[in-house]
């Protein structure tokens, strides 16, 4: 029989784990597969390593990794992924927001119309603050926009691939990683599967407003080049605006006189070139810093501890 391996990221998990692998045990049953969890601790700071050492010990098919540090749930991706070998792969939140009876449609879905990737997309985000909706549902259109490749909306890292693809995304060499992003870049015959949200089983989300903003920020840069673009065209606005003012101020000047006014026109026009100088440095710096990153070649992240046979 085949093997599916489910990667499972947990940062500060304590409260869920035990309920997420009786779920999904008893949610997917039916599915016609071995099952092998590889759970990820990444620099959890309550009990979540306890209680996945706790959880290995007592099922043979699960096995843990363990980071030095919090290194994000990015690297957790990535290193279960390359650590374990299976026929197919999929990635689940701890919180059973994804919901694990889709595995099995998905399985058979892959089966029946030969899909490499069989992935889940949220179309209602009931439950879900509403500032978050709004701010994710124009993360997508802008990216979608922006990039050439394309990310559907709502789309979750929870899907079914086969060992070709996780081999694929394994070997993409960068440090600054946007996982949705590359799972759409390598290409692939997909579909998604649409599913309402689910709220948190327990526990509070680790994802912090902040961090969500940075996090489109850093997806639409690995993506796109286009907020480059955008800074070279309003340099360029900018300087033949200064030419019409320089223009109509020296023909004013010529025909009416030079009295002493402007002054206020003299600071708006300082502070607006002054701002979009400043807009277009800081895009062009944070291109910059994920060069620098990429260029140290520093490891995704480091193992401190593993079970994975």
Not at 53 to 81: C, H, V
Not at 200 to 205: D, E
Not at 222 to 240: Q, R, W
């Amino acid at each position: 029989m085949k093997t599916l391996a489910i990667i499972v990221p947990c940062f500060n998990e304590a409260a869920v784990l035990d309920t997420f692998i009786k779920t999904v045990n008893q949610k997917t049953e039916q599915l016609a597969l071995i099952k092998k969890f590889v759970l990820v601790n990444d620099g959890s700071s309550d009990d979540t390593l306890a209680i996945i050492k706790s959880l290995s010990e007592t099922f043979p098919n699960i096995f843990y990794l363990s980071f030095s540090r919090n290194f994000g749930k990015e690297a957790a991706i990535l290193a279960g992924l390359a650590a374990c070998d299976a026929d197919f792969f999929t990635i689940m939140d701890a919180d059973l927001q994804d919901p694990p009876e889709l595995l099995v449609e998905m399985y058979a879905t892959m089966l029946a119309d030969q899909y490499d990737v069989v992935g889940c997309r949220r179309v209602s985000r009931k439950g879900e603050p509403v500032v978050r909706s709004m701010l994710s549902r124009a993360f997508y259109w802008l990216i979608n926009r922006l990039s050439h490749t394309d990310i559907p909306s709502g789309v979750r890292d929870f899907r079914l691939m086969t060992k070709q693809v996780v081999k694929e995304v394994i070997t993409l060499p960068e440090y600054n990683r946007f996982s949705k992003g590359l799972f759409a870049w390598i290409g692939f015959k997909t579909t998604y599967l649409p599913y309402d949200n689910i709220q948190r089983q327990a526990g509070k989300s680790s994802w912090r407003f902040w961090q969500l903003i940075g996090y489109a920020i850093d997806g639409i840069i690995n993506f796109s080049d286009a907020p480059l673009n955008f800074a070279t065209l309003t340099g360029f606005v900018s300087f033949i605006i200064s030419l019409i003012l320089a223009c109509f101020y020296t023909a004013k000047t010529l025909i009416f006189g030079d009295p002493v006014q402007g002054f206020p026109t003299l600071i708006i026009l300082l502070l607006l070139i002054g701002g979009v100088q400043l807009f277009s440095l800081g895009i062009i710096g944070k291109y910059i810093g994920k060069i620098f990153m990429e260029t140290k070649r520093r490891p995704v992240y480091i193992i401190k501890e593993k079970k994975l046979d």
